[in-house]
C-alpha cells in the first residue's frame, strides 16, 4: 500500500470513528457482546432453578459456546479499536520530527482517550513540553504544530498552549505561515486549516 494511499484510509478510519462518535457505537457493542454471560453470572447467584437449569450438561455446553463467542467478539472489538488508535496516530504523526514524535503521541493519546472517558489531556500536553523544551528549535515546533493541528484547543487551554510556547511562538507562526502555502495545506482537513489560519494571525498579535 503507498503512503499516499496510508494516509488517505487512516484518514478515513479516523473521521468514522472520532468525528462521528463512532466510539460509543463501540462502547454499546460491548455492552450487548457482554450483557449474555453478565446475565447468566447474575442469575446463578439469585435465582435457585436458573442454576437448576443450566446445571444440565447440554445447557452448559450451549453456556461455553456462548462465553467463547462473547470473549472472541470482545477481543475482536479490543483487536480493532487498537488498529484504528494506530491508524489515527500514525496520519497525525506522519509529519512530526523524530525527536518530537514520542511525545506529540502521548499527547494525542491523552486526547484521543479523553474523548472517551472525559478527562484532561492538557496536563499531558504541559508534562511533555517541559521535556519538548530541551529539544532543538525545529523539534519544539513540530510538537507544537501536533498539538495545534490535532487537539481541540479551547479558551482555558489555548492560554496554557502560548504560555507553553514562550519565545517559540514567533518560529511556530512562520511555521504556519511556510504550511499555509505548501501541498501539505490542501490536505489538512477543514478545521486544521481553519486553526492554521486562526493561529497564524493570533501569534502575529502576540509577537508583536
Not at 459456546?65 to 496520519?91: D, E, K, Q, Y
Not at 498552549?161 to 514562550?166: A, R, T
Request: net charge positive; charged share 20%; glycine share 2%.
Amino acid at each position: 500500500m503507498s503512503s499516499r494511499l496510508q494516509i488517505t484510509v487512516a484518514t478515513m478510519v479516523e473521521v468514522v470513528v472520532f468525528r462521528r462518535h463512532i466510539l460509543w457505537e463501540f462502547a454499546l457493542a460491548l455492552g450487548v457482546i457482554m450483557a449474555f454471560p453478565a446475565y447468566v453470572a447474575w442469575s446463578l447467584t439469585h435465582e435457585p432453578e436458573v442454576l437448576v437449569y443450566y446445571s444440565k450438561p447440554s445447557q452448559q455446553l450451549n453456556i461455553r459456546r456462548t462465553v467463547f463467542l462473547s470473549l472472541s467478539s470482545l477481543a475482536l472489538l479490543l483487536v480493532v479499536l487498537a488498529i484504528v488508535l494506530w491508524l489515527a496516530l500514525r496520519n497525525r504523526l506522519a509529519y512530526v520530527t523524530n525527536g518530537a514524535r514520542p511525545a506529540a503521541a502521548r499527547v494525542l493519546e491523552a486526547y484521543y482517550l479523553s474523548r472517551i472517558t472525559g478527562a484532561y489531556w492538557e496536563n499531558v500536553m504541559q508534562e511533555e513540553a517541559a521535556g519538548v523544551k530541551k529539544l532543538p528549535q525545529k523539534d519544539r515546533i513540530t510538537y507544537y504544530e501536533s498539538v495545534l493541528l490535532n487537539c481541540d484547543l479551547d479558551t482555558s487551554r489555548m492560554t496554557v498552549f502560548v504560555e507553553l510556547l514562550g519565545a517559540d511562538a514567533d518560529a511556530l507562526r512562520k511555521s504556519l505561515t511556510t504550511l499555509r502555502h505548501s501541498q501539505r495545506f490542501g490536505r489538512l482537513n477543514t478545521r486544521q486549516q481553519k486553526e492554521v489560519k486562526l493561529w497564524e494571525a493570533e501569534l502575529a498579535v502576540i509577537v508583536e
